[in-house]
C-alpha cells in the first residue's frame, strides 16, 4: 500500500511502514498503555497493601478484624505484647468471650449500634482478660468497613488503659477518703446521704454524729502519733459494729459520723449509738499506756424539717452538743423545738465559714492618736462580716462564735493579709504613710496554732510590709492563759521583728509578768479603766501607776475605748501618749479614712 510513514528502530537501517501497518500499530500501543497502566497501579497496591501490613503488624495499639457474626477473622501481633495471646490463638473465636460479663452488654451495644449504622464510630470503655487471668481495662475505637472490598469486616482499634484507670481511681479515692483511717471523708459522706434523703422511702434513716471525749488530752499528754493510732483503732472498732449498708465517715480530728439507713425510729439509732460505745468503752493498748475512751453521740433522724444533707448533719451536731453537756458517754437525739437555739447557731457557724469563702468580710480602720499633737500614728485594722441579709454586722455578734468554732485562725490571717496590703497601697500614694503603725487583734487560739509565726512571715513577705510597723496585740486574759506554744510563738514573733501590744492592760496580773520576760511594745489600757477615770479615784490611780511604769521602761502607753472629753482630758493631764477611741475617730473604711491620712490635719477631739 501507500507509505505514510518511516520508523525508526535501533539498528541505523530505516523501516517504511503502509497505511495498514500504522493503524495496527497504533491499535496495540493503545494496548500496551493500558496493560503498563494497569500494571503500575497493581504495583503501587501491593506496595501500599505491603505499608499497610507492615504498618499493622508494628502498630502499638491491637487491632482486630471481625465478622458480622463478631467472629475474630484477622489479629495484630500486638495482642501478644498486650494481652499475652499469640497472634492466631483467638482468630475464629467469639470476639465478646473474653470482655468482663458486668461489661459485655454495654461493649454489645455499642458493637450493634455501629453495625446498623455504618456512618457512626463506636467508643467503649471495658475489662477484657488477659491471658494470665487478670482483668484488664480497654479503650476500643470500631468502624464498619463490612461494605469496603478491600477489608470486609469491622476494625476495632484497642489500647490498654489500665495505668490510667488505676491512677484515677487513686485519685478518686484520695478525694474521697480520709487519709489517716481510709474511711470516706465529708464529701463521699454527703453524696451518700444525698442519695438516701433523694430516695426517701418510708424510713430514709439517721445520722449519728460522734465525738470522742478528752482526746485533745491524749494529744497533748501522749503525742500526736499516739493520737492518731488511737484514732485508726477507733475506727476500726467502729466499722466492725456498723450494719452493712451503712457509712461510717471521719470528718477530721475525733469526729466521726455514720448515716444509718432504713432506720425505723429514734428507739433503734439510740441502740445502735449505745452498741458503738461499748465498743469504743474497751480499753485501747498503744505502746505501754493503756486508754479507756469515752464517746458522745448525737442523733438526727431524717425529717420533712431536716430535707437537705447540711441540715441533717448540722441537726446530728446541735444532738452531740447537748449530748457532750450531759456527761461522758451521753446520748442526745435532736428535738427540733428543744434544739432550735442550738441549730440556729450552727446555721451562723456555716455562714461564717461561707463568709470566708465568699468573700463578705470587710476592713474597718480606727486612728491612734499622738495625745500631745493630735497627729495619726498609727491604724487599728477592725473586721466586720457584710452579711448578705443582716447587713454590717459588728464583731462582737461573731467573734465569739469563730473563737468557739477555731475559725478565729484563718479569719485573723485574713484580717493581717489585707490589713498589711491596704498600709501598702496607703504608703504608694503618699510615702508619709510609712511611719504609720498598724496594729492587729490576735486571739489566744491563734498564738496556740503551731502555723501562726509561719504564716504570719508568710504575709509579711507577700505584701512587703516592714515587721517593725506591724504591731499584734494579745489581750492580757490571752496571757493569763498562755501555754508554752504561746510563749515560743512569742518568742519567734519578736525574733522576726513583729511588735507585741498587750490588750486589755491593768484587768489582770499577768501583764507584769511578760513585761519581765519579753521586750513588749505599747500598753493599751483596760478600756474600763478608761471608762471610770472621771468618777473612780482608784481607776485613776492605776493608769497614774501604768504610765510611770511605762515611762520607766521606754514603753507608750494608748489609751483605748475614748468616749468622752473628760476621759481625754484626764489621760493627757496623767500623761498618756496616745489614744483611741469614738471621742478621737470612729471606725472607718479604707475609702472613708483615706483623705484624713493623706491630709494629716491633726485631731484633738
Not at 495484630?76 to 468482663?100: K, M, Q, T, W
Not at 490498654?160 to 470516706?184: F, M, N, V, Y
Not at 420533712?304 to 437525739?333: F, H, M, N, W
Not at 493581717?416 to 508619709?432: F, G, I, K, N, V
Request: hydrophobic share 45%.
Amino acid at each position: 500500500g501507500q507509505v505514510v510513514g518511516t520508523l525508526n528502530v535501533e539498528s541505523r537501517d530505516t523501516v517504511r511502514v503502509t497505511e495498514a501497518d500504522f493503524r495496527m500499530m497504533v491499535a496495540l500501543s493503545e494496548h500496551v498503555d493500558v496493560a503498563i497502566e494497569r500494571a503500575r497501579l497493581y504495583t503501587e497496591a501491593r506496595r501500599s497493601e505491603s505499608r499497610f501490613r507492615a504498618l499493622v503488624r508494628n502498630a502499638s495499639d491491637v487491632i482486630t478484624i471481625l465478622d458480622a457474626d463478631d467472629t475474630i477473622r484477622y489479629q495484630s501481633p500486638a495482642i501478644e505484647r498486650v494481652f499475652g495471646y499469640a497472634e492466631d490463638e483467638l482468630v475464629g473465636r467469639n470476639a465478646f468471650e473474653l470482655v468482663h460479663p458486668e461489661d459485655r452488654p454495654s461493649v454489645t451495644a455499642a458493637f450493634a449500634a455501629t453495625l446498623d449504622n455504618p456512618t457512626l464510630t463506636s467508643t467503649a470503655e471495658f475489662r477484657f482478660r488477659h491471658k494470665d487471668g487478670s482483668w484488664r481495662w480497654l479503650e476500643s475505637t470500631g468502624t464498619n468497613l463490612l461494605a469496603d472490598p478491600a477489608v470486609g469486616g469491622f476494625v476495632v482499634n484497642t489500647r490498654d488503659i489500665t495505668e490510667r484507670k488505676e491512677i484515677a481511681a487513686q485519685l478518686w479515692h484520695q478525694a474521697h477518703h480520709d487519709a489517716l483511717t481510709g474511711l470516706p471523708n465529708r464529701v463521699l459522706f454527703l453524696q451518700r446521704l444525698e442519695q438516701a434523703l433523694a430516695w426517701r422511702g418510708p424510713d430514709p434513716g439517721a445520722v449519728l454524729s460522734l465525738d470522742l471525749d478528752g482526746f485533745k488530752t491524749v494529744n497533748d499528754s501522749l503525742g500526736h502519733e499516739s493520737g492518731d493510732r488511737l484514732l485508726v483503732a477507733a475506727a476500726e472498732r467502729l466499722a466492725a459494729s456498723i450494719r452493712a449498708g451503712d457509712m461510717l465517715a471521719r470528718f477530721g480530728g475525733d469526729e466521726f459520723t455514720v448515716l444509718l439507713e432504713r432506720m425505723t425510729d429514734a428507739g433503734e439509732a439510740t441502740r445502735m449509738a449505745e452498741r458503738l460505745l461499748e465498743v469504743l468503752a474497751a480499753p485501747f493498748t498503744l505502746n505501754e499506756h493503756t486508754l479507756v475512751v469515752t464517746a458522745s453521740i448525737g442523733i438526727a433522724l431524717s425529717a420533712p424539717e431536716l430535707s437537705s444533707p447540711t441540715d441533717l448533719l448540722r441537726a446530728a451536731d446541735v444532738a452531740l452538743y447537748r449530748a457532750k453537756a450531759s456527761g461522758q458517754c451521753g446520748i442526745a437525739v435532736f428535738d427540733a423545738r428543744r434544739d432550735a437555739a442550738g441549730l440556729a447557731r450552727l446555721r451562723r457557724e456555716t455562714e461564717l465559714r461561707q463568709a470566708l469563702a465568699r468573700d463578705e468580710l470587710r476592713l474597718h480602720y480606727q486612728p491612734e492618736i499622738d495625745l500631745a499633737t493630735g497627729r495619726i500614728v498609727g491604724v487599728e485594722a477592725l473586721v466586720r462580716w457584710q452579711h448578705p441579709h443582716l447587713g454590717l454586722v459588728e464583731p462582737a455578734t461573731f467573734i465569739p462564735l469563730a473563737e468557739d468554732t477555731g475559725l478565729i485562725v484563718p479569719l485573723g490571717l485574713w484580717v493581717l493579709e489585707h490589713a498589711c496590703r491596704q498600709m501598702m497601697a496607703w504608703t504608694a500614694e503618699d510615702p508619709t504613710a510609712a511611719r504609720l503603725d498598724l496594729s492587729v487583734n490576735v486571739s489566744p487560739l491563734q498564738m496556740r496554732d503551731p502555723e501562726m509565726v509561719v504564716q504570719v512571715a508568710r504575709i509579711l513577705d507577700a505584701t512587703g510590709f516592714p515587721p517593725q510597723r506591724l504591731v499584734l496585740e494579745i489581750t492580757e486574759q490571752g496571757l493569763v492563759d498562755a501555754t508554752e506554744a504561746t510563749d515560743r510563738a512569742v518568742e519567734a514573733l519578736v525574733g522576726l521583728g513583729v511588735r507585741l501590744a498587750i490588750d486589755d492592760f491593768g484587768a489582770y496580773q499577768a501583764g507584769l509578768g511578760y513585761l519581765r520576760r519579753w521586750p513588749m511594745g505599747p500598753l493599751k489600757l483596760d478600756r474600763m479603766l478608761v471608762g471610770e477615770l472621771e468618777h473612780n479615784a482608784r481607776s485613776r490611780a492605776i493608769v497614774a501607776a501604768v504610765v510611770t511604769l511605762a515611762a520607766t521602761l521606754g514603753m507608750t502607753v494608748i489609751g483605748e475605748g475614748i468616749e468622752t472629753a473628760g476621759q481625754l482630758a484626764t489621760l493627757r493631764e496623767l500623761g498618756c501618749n496616745w489614744g483611741q477611741g469614738f471621742a478621737l475617730a470612729v471606725p472607718q473604711s479604707a475609702e472613708e479614712l483615706r483623705p484624713l491620712l493623706l491630709r494629716q490635719t491633726p485631731i484633738r477631739s
